[in-house]
């Protein structure tokens, strides 16, 4: 009795049934590479969008936050009986430190709830004023800090602080509930019974944004009317040329007050490479996750059609079972044709997702990023995706008995 000879498929042979077996159904081809498309074009789309994003974060965080120090009176945490910690001069003595661009003091003016700001001396809530309008005395050096943008009108300057001037800059929201929507008519603004001549209109500022519902006026002239600030009530706000905030922040205390420093407390902006990071890492944790619901959603696609595919292909696999093949020479060829779909979807996606990438960079004037092992691993995912997701389906095919098989 001769003993029989094992069977042998070859690597050439299983890719070309694997191409016959995808090409003879190309629909269902398409629909079941649609799932890795999708996944793959979501997880390149979304690792692009991440780095485009970390890196328009990052242009932004040099310009707005890189050059912001702000200044907190503490003497009373050291001494209660103190009294405000920022000198009178405290702007002449930081012109000689180097770094500076504009420097001033700032703090909410302490008035009665009911004091109203309004139109006219007497106006209420209701009537063109209200009392939840916040005054806030600025020297001319914390406007300017503000990096404020004008609707209409000017800022005061030094002149107005030395002449104590009652003038006064509101912001764009406090203009529009007082109904002041031109300087032509020379609107003045009421706080109680003071009057300010509004000498400009604050359309937005780079910092601070509260302010825009404030009235600013001028330091000394909140001094004269009102008094000093309160204990911890003022502040100091600067804006420091890029790269020279933290060596400013270590300076500014010694500079105003030699012989306390401690009453001054300088915070600097935070270390913009720790900040870069933890916003990067937190976008791609997101970003990750929601790709990687994508590619499981693709592969439970893929893996559904393969065992669909099984079924109905029973017969052609008895009837090569009974001419010889093996179960594993089955198992190959499945897998070889879900991971085939599995690849081809990933160079798809891949090329959806960068196309997406930069439609939304175009779309939003920003500067697209892909990393180059983005697109290097994203086919490679795919491909990875569809051999996972054919796993069981060629396993269940492998098991086909022939004869069972041909009886169906």
């Given amino acids: 009795m001769s003993e029989l000879r094992a069977t042998r498929l070859s690597a050439r042979d299983t890719l070309s049934e694997a191409l016959a077996g995808i090409l003879r159904r190309p629909g269902r081809a398409v629909l079941t590479a649609l799932g890795t498309v999708l996944g793959v074009g979501s997880f390149v789309a979304v690792l692009g969008l991440t780095a485009t994003l970390s890196s328009q974060i990052d242009g932004r965080f040099n310009v707005l936050t890189a050059t912001e120090v702000t200044v907190q009176d503490v003497a009373a945490e050291h001494d209660e009986f103190a009294g405000p910690a920022f ?5 002449q003595r930081l012109r000689q430190v180097a770094g500076i661009a504009h420097a001033g003091v700032m703090w909410t003016v302490r008035l009665d709830p009911d004091t109203p700001v309004g139109l006219l001396p007497t106006s209420r809530a209701g009537s063109g004023g209200t009392a939840a309008t916040a005054v806030v005395a600025a020297s001319p050096g914390a406007v300017a800090a503000l990096a404020p943008t004008l609707r209409e009108g000017r800022l005061y300057d030094e002149y107005a602080e030395r002449t104590r001037a009652r003038v006064a800059l509101i912001g764009g929201g406090v203009a529009d509930r007082l109904g002041i929507t031109t300087l032509a008519t020379r609107p003045v603004v009421h706080i109680g019974a003071q009057p300010f001549t509004v000498a400009g209109i604050i359309a937005d500022v780079g910092r601070e944004p509260e302010h825009l519902l404030s009235v600013l006026v001028p330091r000394a002239t909140a001094e004269e009317l009102w008094g000093p600030p309160g204990p911890s009530s003022a502040s100091m706000l600067i804006d420091t040329e890029l790269g020279a905030a933290r ?3 270590g300076l500014v205390p010694l500079a105003l007050r030699p012989d306390h420093p401690e009453y001054l407390k300088a915070v600097p902006p935070p270390d913009p490479r720790t900040l870069r990071s933890g916003v ?4 791609s944790a997101l970003f990750l996750l929601l790709a990687g619901v994508c590619l499981v959603i693709g592969a439970v696609g893929i893996a559904n059609t393969t065992l669909v595919a099984v079924l109905e292909r029973t017969g052609e696999i008895g009837l090569r079972r009974a ?12 897998l070889t044709e879900s991971a085939a779909l599995g690849a081809l979807g990933g160079l798809v ?9 930069v439609g939304v960079s175009l779309a939003r004037g920003w500067t697209p990023v892909i990393h180059p092992v983005t697109v290097a691993a994203a086919p490679l995912a795919g491909l990875l995706t569809g051999l996972l997701a054919g796993l069981y389906p060629a396993w269940r095919a492998a098991r086909v008995e022939p004869a069972e098989a041909l009886r169906r």
């Fill in 247 to 249: 060596q400013v922040a």
């Fill in 349 to 357: 996606g891949t090329s959806l997702g960068e196309l997406t990438v």
């Fill in 87 to 91: 000198p009178a001069d405290a702007e």
């Fill in 280 to 283: 990067t890492s937190d976008l």
């Fill in 323 to 334: 001419l010889g093949a093996r179960g594993r020479h089955v198992s190959a060829q499945f």
